[in-house]
């Protein structure tokens, strides 16, 4: 992951005065003082967001290559000093700060604004589940959380919420949020499958019971409390009702393969 992969938008108070602005993409001469107000607005964070975890020269190389690479807007005072910038990838808003000096001046909601005349079919952003106040000023420009994570997946190891903005056309963003999330679950369930029938050969194998008769609640309480661990706001409960449901279907359809292969021509069991 990269250092700005969680966004430190401006406080949510509202803006508190005029500041002449310049919104521009870009050039790789900028890529120094981005860099340099990113780490004073991280350091200006804390506690809200987890400490910083790359080295200074680390965010000074990732600025470069990313103004190179990537769509990046900047916001110039009158006198050409940068006091905020955004980083769009696709359809991600993949970065936003505002300096700390800077910050309740409506900067950040400029830059917000751009992002969405840019990607009007909508788009998404990580944040911190500790930094409040990028939470509450981008609910308040419309927009919601889609995801909370337990933040095993960052290099900050810290808690965090995928929020985003659905474009002009709200349904149709969501929609196509469920199908792509919907196709990476039938590549699990898939997976998971294969794996339950796998099992259920060694179980034969060891004289253990196979198929339903051999279900163990305890350990489909554990596997529900594991997972929970990664996705909270299902709970336990509701977890162990989707755990319970998988296995179900697994073992339908691998009892189901074993009864064909023992009455005639068909897929191999092992």
Do not use: C
Not at 81 to 102: E, F, I, K, N, R
Not at 211 to 236: F, K, Q, S, T, Y
């Amino acid at each position: 992951m990269s250092p700005t992969e969680r966004s430190a938008a401006e406080p949510a108070q509202e803006p508190t005065g005029d500041v002449d602005l310049v919104v521009r993409p870009a050039t790789p001469d900028d890529a120094v003082e981005l860099a340099e107000l990113y780490l004073a607005t991280r350091r200006a964070a804390e506690p809200g967001m987890p400490p910083q975890v790359h080295t200074a020269d680390e965010v000074r190389a990732y600025h470069r290559r990313v103004v190179a690479e990537d769509e990046v807007w900047v916001a110039a005072g009158s006198d050409g000093s940068l006091l905020g910038y955004l980083v769009l990838q696709q359809a991600w808003l993949h970065s936003l700060y505002v300096g700390p000096d800077h910050q309740g001046t409506g900067i950040g909601s400029v830059l917000l604004d751009l992002a969405k005349q840019h990607r009007p079919e909508g788009f998404s952003l990580w944040v911190f589940a500790s930094n409040a106040p990028a939470r509450g000023f981008y609910r308040r420009h419309g927009l919601v959380e889609l995801e909370h994570t337990d933040g095993s997946a960052n290099e900050e190891r810290s808690p965090d919420v995928r929020m985003a903005w659905p474009g002009i056309e709200p349904m149709a963003f969501l929609r196509g949020q469920i199908h792509a999330v919907d196709d990476e679950l039938a590549v699990l369930l898939a997976r998971r499958q294969a794996l339950t029938a796998a099992v259920q050969g060694h179980k034969g194998r060891a004289g253990d019971r196979a198929g339903h008769a051999g279900r163990d609640p305890e350990r489909e309480r554990a596997i529900a409390e594991r997972m929970a661990r990664h996705a909270p706001g299902l709970g336990v409960d509701g977890i162990g009702r989707v755990v319970d449901a998988v296995i179900s279907v697994s073992l339908d359809a691998w009892e189901k393969r074993r009864d064909t292969s023992a009455g005639g021509p068909g897929p191999e069991v092992g």
